[in-house]
């Protein structure tokens, strides 16, 4: 990773003399930021290229390279890469896409990357738009940049070209340390990358514009490594809304898919989740700030009442509180206001036009629950008022050791040379009210939002149901099996039978009374209810003799169970198999509209009884489980208990149940219990591990 990202020789294969070619730009370009290393032109048509000699092959370049960049065609790349290798180059930059196959039939991307693996190399690339590197001043790409800012303490990564260069050629005075555009990660990763970040350089922050996770378990040991070093990782997931195509069966699954499991995987790994570039931007320049935040408080000062409903009513769309004031802070605020205005946070401080705001933003910067402080401003160019604002979040600044932003509320309206000169001193610059909140709690999430979680273990099946499991003539089990699996494990399930006759539910009512269900229970039939297989609240055994004659009629081949009815707040327990990061656990609130409202969330197993609070609390409908409404609050602990049993089961069964769901499991004040359930055996010749 060091001979490609951080090398003291370059071989620029395919250089040219002909001006704006590719080879000709990509040479140009390493050295156009002062590169101090050794660079080598290679072209078999040239003895020199201009005043520097060039060379046939890498191979007879004196004492070898670090790090060979193709300028060249497809057709070439594998004949030039093996003689890269050969020659000891240990890093290569692959801006081609090595697309076709060789004269023998090989895929091209297959043999460059077996020369990799082979001869130990890292490879950015294929298909890449290369790299930055500022620390080192190097700019490998052969469409550079004529101007580039210092370096700001963030690295990037993307594996979209056009991002990787929209956000390099930001103005924003953000100059990423090392940008990598990776490409089609042939040889070298997302993981490599990240790894390479935290152990070999001094970033704080590492961003990353993704369209998938191409080794996820490296991915994860990244992640949990950059957690651990206290190192942000900021992650905008393309591609997003595209469901998997193996979710087909449950509920959940429909609910679930990619995005499901990126978001739930994040969470776990506390890697920061963004919706926009301009979000991602506006997230580093935050968390890539040198003072640390120290106090989970935000306190905010805008110069306009409307401008601050409007910051109030976003905040509380991203779940963002402003910190509650101290008495003391609110009178040292109130003493600089004019008459009727009211101390508060946020604040508008502005009156009577006397310019009080570097007096209240610094007495809010001393409150001791407040860690950082923001100004909230339209900053556009030649106006004096601009010219004050700026002035007064200086002396903000240089009053407190804490954070100190100001934030846009229209980003095309600030003004890039007082931006600029903010930045310069360290006063981050938002460039948005939307996403300046986000960034805001992000910032805040990461350094006092995230709780640990406390230690979860599997909960592999007992043999019993390990037999069950195997016994089972089809890949979906009957609800009667799922039940009993469930059964088997701790999960209360409303009582059931097997019933073929009326006197089958007469003795199932008189061991656990009236009123019954009945059901079909056919694997092929997933929603039953919508196929008109379900009798609820049956209260005599005359009702029940006429519903079971009905659904034989209905479905004439299909077995059927009796349950016992209850009664709770209905919810969606399930877990499907992500093709990348394995089991996944969605939970919400459900019933026969689950996929109507989408009131659920997505979490990684195995979890404990507090993650399942916290996953129920972030739920739209979770004041209906707490007494809303005059309603009898559920049994939380019970609910809680039985949901972390679940996702235990759903880690421990990996790579044997595909998907298993509890659709609706009842919370009432008495506990919680197993309604109806849906398990799908994994196939047998598949595993996931």
């Not at 290393?37 to 370049?61: F, K, M, Q, W």
């Not at 590197?133 to 004529?146: E, H, I, T």
């Not at 601009?386 to 229209?410: C, F, L, W, Y």
Request: glycine share 10%; hydrophobic share 45%; with cysteine.
């Amino acid at each position: 990773m060091t001979a490609l990202l951080r090398p003291k020789s370059i071989a620029v294969v395919g250089a040219s003399p002909r001006p704006g070619s590719f080879g000709a730009n990509l040479a140009t370009a390493i050295q156009s930021l002062g590169y101090p290393g050794a660079v080598h032109l290679v072209n078999p048509r040239y003895d020199r290229i201009g005043t520097a000699p060039c060379h046939p092959e890498v191979s007879s370049i004196p004492g070898g390279v670090d790090c060979a960049a193709f300028a060249i065609s497809d057709t070439l790349i594998v004949d030039a890469m093996e003689a890269a290798a050969s020659a000891g180059v240990k890093g290569a930059v692959l801006f081609g896409r090595a697309y076709g196959e060789t004269d023998a039939g090989r895929p091209r991307m297959e043999a460059v990357r077996a020369i990799a693996r082979d001869a130990g190399m890292a490879i950015c690339g294929a298909n890449c738009m290369g790299f930055l590197n500022l620390p080192d001043r190097l700019q490998m790409s052969g469409m550079p940049f004529r101007d580039l800012p210092a370096p700001s303490g963030v690295a990037l990564i993307s594996h979209s070209g056009s991002s990787w260069s929209g956000l390099v050629g930001n103005r924003r005075q953000m100059g990423f340390d090392y940008a990598v555009s990776a490409g089609q990660e042939l040889a070298t990763g997302l993981a490599d990358y990240i790894r390479h970040f935290l152990e070999q350089t001094d970033v704080r922050v590492i961003a990353c514009v993704l369209e998938t996770v191409r080794d996820p378990a490296a991915f994860i040991e990244a992640a949990e490594l950059a957690r651990s070093r206290g190192v942000p990782i900021i992650a905008l997931k393309l591609g997003r809304t595209e469901a998997s195509k193996t979710f087909a069966i449950s509920h959940s699954g429909a609910l679930s898919g990619s995005r499901a499991a990126y978001d739930a995987m994040f969470a776990r790994l506390g890697v920061i989740s963004v919706r926009s570039l301009d979000e991602l931007l506006d997230t580093a320049e935050l968390l890539a700030m040198t003072r640390p935040m120290t106090a989970p408080g935000i306190a905010l000062g805008t110069d306009s009442g409307g401008e601050r409903q409007l910051i109030v009513d976003l905040a509380a769309d991203r779940g963002l509180p402003f910190a509650t004031l101290q008495p003391q802070t609110l009178a040292a605020v109130g003493a600089h206001l004019d008459p009727g205005m009211e101390p508060s946070n946020p604040l508008d401080y502005w009156g009577d036009g006397g310019d009080v705001m570097a007096p209240v933003l610094t007495e809010m910067a001393r409150d001791p629950g407040v860690g950082v402080v923001v100004m909230a401003t339209n900053l556009p160019p030649d106006r004096n008022f601009s010219e004050m604002s700026a002035a007064a979040i200086r002396k903000v600044h240089q009053a407190t050791d804490k954070p100190v932003v100001v934030m846009g509320n229209i980003a095309t309206t600030l003004s890039p040379g007082i931006a600029a000169e903010l930045r310069g001193r360290g006063i981050a610059v938002l460039m948005g009210t939307e996403t300046g909140l986000s960034a805001l709690h992000h910032l805040r999430h990461y350094h006092f939002g995230r709780q640990t979680a406390q230690p979860a273990q599997a909960l592999p099946l007992p043999e019993a149901s390990q037999t069950l499991l195997n016994a089972a003539p089809q890949d979906s089990l009957r609800s009667l099996d799922g039940f009993r699996l469930l059964q088997s494990v701790g999960i209360a399930c409303a009582p059931f039978v097997d019933v073929r006759t009326p006197g089958d539910i007469a003795a199932f009512a008189a061991r656990h009374g009236l009123p019954v269900a009945l059901k079909i229970d056919d694997p092929a039939i997933a929603h039953k209810s919508d196929q008109g297989g379900v009798v609820l609240n049956i209260k005599t055994l005359a009702e029940a003799c006429s519903a079971l004659a009905l659904l034989r009629k209905r479905h004439p081949d299909a077995p059927i169970i009796a349950q016992a009815m209850a009664e709770g707040v209905e919810l969606i327990l399930g877990m499907t198999t992500d093709p990348d990061f394995g089991p996944l656990v969605t939970l919400g609130f459900g019933g026969i509209f689950t996929e109507i409202f989408r009131d659920t969330t997505a979490l990684v197993p195995p979890f404990s009884q507090a993650e399942a609070l916290q996953a129920l609390q972030s739920l739209k409908g979770y004041p209906l489980l707490t007494g809303a409404r005059g309603r009898e609050p559920v049994d939380l602990e019970a609910l809680c208990a039985l949901i972390a049993r679940f996702s235990a089961v759903a880690a421990g069964t990996r790579g044997r149940i595909a998907e298993l769901e509890i659709n609706p499991v009842l919370a009432g004040p008495n506990g919680a219990l197993a309604v109806d359930c849906i398990t799908l055996r994994q196939a047998k010749a598949v595993t996931h591990d």
